[in-house]
C-alpha cells in the first residue's frame, strides 16, 4: 500500500474511476482548521510542544482527549462520561519507537461530510460518512490520524521515512478502561486458527494475559452503551489481535510475527515453524492500518455500525458491473445427500446437475462444488466421476453459475495457472478455505488473490479466517467470508446453537459479512438434537433459520441443506427462492445482545422482517412504523404451537399491515419470525 503525501491527508472519497466515486458523491466539505476551536470538531487545550487536543464527532456525542506530547495518548469520553483513559499508542519502527517520545510539529484539522453507494449492499444503499479528523505531524517522520464519526473513532499512524524498506518489530496500542467492565471476548488458543470462537461475556479482570482473542471484542461500558475494538485497511501488515492484562482493566494488541520457515502437513494445513522478531517488512512510506472504537449507545447500533467498512480503503475494481451478489445451493454440509434419483449420489456430475436444477427451479444463481471436486494437491486435475466442461455448459444452460472450492496453499501454489483453467470453464466463483493464519504474508495473499479473481471477474469468498472480512470495501468481489463458527459446527458438536447465533449480530458481524451458512430443514430442540455428519440437523425451530436470512449479513448466502429436503417444502421455498441477499436499507425494532433482536430490511419495494431468540421464548412486538405510507401484506412464517416439542413445527399467516400496525409475535425456545412484506 503506497503512503500519503507526509502532510497533507487525502480524503477516501478520492478514488476514480470506481462506482463509489461516479455518482455516488452528494455532497463533500473540506474545512482545513489549523489549531482552531471549532464546536463537534477540534479544540487546543494549550500551545507549544504540551499541546492537547478535544475531537470530537460531529454531533458532539463523542469526544478524544488527545495529548501529543511525550507518550501519544488518548482517552474517549461519551456524553461527557470517560469510557476509555489514558489509552496510549506507539509503532517500533527499526527499533525506534514512533509515539514514545512525540514532538509536534503540525496539527491540522479536516472535516468531512459525503455519502457513497457500496457496491455490494450489505446493510444501506447509501452510506453516509460524515467525521471529523485530527492529524498530527511529529518529528521524525510520522504522523499519527485521529478520527471522530457519531458511530465511534479511530486512530492510524503514517510514516514517511528516507528507508524504501523497513522492519515493524512492534505496535502499542492499550484500550484500557476505567472500571471492571464486561468484555465478549473470542478467545483463542493460538495465532494458528480459523477464527471461529463463541464470543462470551467476562469481565477484564478474568482475561488473564496469555488468553489472546480475535475480533471484535465488544465491551459493555455501562448504561447500555457497547464498545467494539476493530481494525480497518490492513495491507502489507499483520492482522491485530488482543490479549488481556489481568488485573488491569486493559486489552492490548499482539500481532503475529513475521513468517521466516513454514512445514506443509497436508494439502490444506501450512503452518509457521519458525518466525521473526519482528512483525513486518513494509515500506517505508506508508499507512498503516486503522484502529478502530465502534460505539453504540444501545445494541442494536452495532448492527447497523458501518465505520469498518467506511475505514476500508475504497474499491480497487474498476468495471463491478459483473459483481453479482446472490444464493447458493451447497453441497457440503447435506453431505451430498439426494434421494429419489436413478443415480449414485455423491461428487459427479449427475449430482450437480441434480443441483443445478434445483437452482434453476428457484432462481438461485449458485450451486458451490465443495472439498472433492479435485485431486488434491492439484486444481487442474478434476476427480473421477466429473466432467467439468460438460457441467458448466450445463449450468450455463440452465441459467446457474458455479463456484469452486479450493484449498488455499494449493490455489497459492497454481493460482494463474488455475484461475485461467476456472475463468476457460466459465467458473463464477472461488471459495478458499484453511488459511488460519493473519500474518503479513497471509494478509497480501488475501489481496493478491482478490485481485486475479477480479482480472478474470470471479467471486471470493474466504474461508479459514475472518481478517478478509474487513476487506470487501476494497475489493467488492469479495462477496462473503467465513471466521464465524456457523451451522458446520453442528455436524460434529453442540456448538453452533440460539445463545451464540443471537450473539453473532453484535459481534462478528461488525466487522463485515459472515459465511455462517443457514438452511437446515431437519430442525432440533436441545434435547432432540444430535451431531450427526452425515445427515446433520441444527439447533433451534425451523423459523429460527429462515430469520438468520434477513438478520445475517452474507451477499452470497448459502442454502446449506439438501436440494431434495427443499423439494418436499414449496412453502418454505416461497420464502428462501425470494429473499434477497442485499438490502438498500436496515432498521433494527428491538435487540439486546446474547439475548435476542428483531430487525427489518428494505430490498426495492419490499421489506423482510427477521426475530432471532436464545432459549428462552419470547413475546416481542414488531411496528410497522418503518413501512412508507400504502397498504401491504406481511407473509409471516412463525414458530407453531408444537415448536418447542418439534422445532420443525411452523405456521405461514398471511395479514394486512400498514405504517400503522402493531404485531405481537411468540417466539418459541430457541425460536424465530420471519415475512416479507409486499404491496
Known sequence: MTGRPKIQPVPQCCTFGSREMKGTLMKQVLIIVLLLAAPGGLSAQSSGPQSSFDLRSPDGRIELRIHAAGQIRYDLLLKGRAVMENSTLALDVEHNRLGANAKLIEAKQSSFDQVFEPVVRQKFAKIHDRHNELRLALEGGYAVVFRAYDEGVAYRLETSLPAQKVKVYGEEANFNFPSNFIVYYPQEDSFYSHNERKYLPQHLTEILPRYIATLPAVVDIGEGAKLAIAESDVDDYPGLWLHGTAPHFTLTATFPPYPLKETQTSDRDYKVVESADYIAVTSGTRTYPWRVIGIAEKD????????????????????????????????????????????????????????????????????????????????????????????????????????????????????????????????????????????????????????????????????????????????????????????????????????????????????????????????????????????????????????????????????????????????????????????????????????YVLLARKNGNDWYTGALTDWTARDLEVDFSFLPEGNFVSEAYQDGINADRDAKDYKKISTPVNRTTKLKIHLASGGGWAARIHP
Request: negative net charge.
Open 300 to 595: 442494536g447500533d452495532l448492527i447497523t455500525n458501518q465505520l469498518v467498512w467506511l475505514l476500508e480503503r475504497p474499491s480497487q475494481v474498476t468495471d463491478t458491473s459483473w459483481i453479482k451478489p446472490g444464493k447458493v445451493a451447497w453441497d457440503w454440509w447435506n453431505d451430498w445427500n439426494i434421494r429419489g434419483v436413478d443415480f449414485r449420489a455423491g461428487i459427479n456430475t449427475d449430482t450437480y446437475k441434480y443441483y443445478i436444477d434445483f437452482a434453476s427451479k428457484y432462481g438461485i444463481p449458485y450451486i458451490i462444488l465443495d472439498d472433492g471436486w479435485y485431486k488434491l494437491g492439484n486444481l487442474l486435475e478434476v476427480a473421477p466421476g466429473m466432467n467439468m466442461e460438460e457441467l458448466t455448459a450445463y449450468a450455463k444452460q440452465k441459467g446457474v453459475g458455479v463456484i469452486l472450492w479450493t484449498s488455499w496453499k494449493t490455489l497459492d501454489d497454481q493460482l494463474m495457472p488455475a484461475l485461467d483453467e476456472f475463468a476457460r470453464w466459465g467458473i463464477k466463483g472461488i471459495k478458499v478455505d484453511f488459511m488460519q493464519r493473519s500474518d503479513q504474508l497471509m494478509i497480501n495473499y488475501f489481496h493478491r488473490v482478490c485481485r486475479e479473481a477480479a482480472k478474470r471477474k470471479m467471486l471470493v469468498d474466504f474461508h479459514g479466517d475472518q481478517k478478509p472480512a474487513t476487506m470487501t470495501r476494497t475489493w467488492p468481489n469479495l462477496i462473503n467470508v467465513e471466521g464465524v463458527r456457523g451451522m458446520e459446527w453442528s455436524k460434529w458438536s453442540w456448538e453452533s446453537e440460539p445463545k451464540h447465533n443471537v450473539t453473532l449480530p453484535f459481534t462478528r458481524m461488525f466487522l463485515g459479512p459472515m459465511d455462517y451458512t443457514p438452511g437446515a430443514m431437519r430442525n432440533a430442540t436441545k434435547t432432540t438434537f444430535a451431531p450427526i455428519n452425515a445427515q446433520p440437523m441444527a439447533m433451534g425451530t425451523r423459523c429460527h433459520q429462515l430469520a438468520m436470512y434477513v438478520v445475517y449479513e452474507a451477499p452470497l448466502q448459502m442454502l446449506s441443506d439438501s436440494p431434495s429436503n427443499y423439494l418436499e417444502e414449496p412453502q418454505i421455498m416461497e420464502f428462501l427462492g425470494a429473499v434477497p441477499t442485499v438490502w438498500d436499507e436496515t432498521r433494527v425494532l428491538d435487540a439486546r445482545i446474547a439475548d
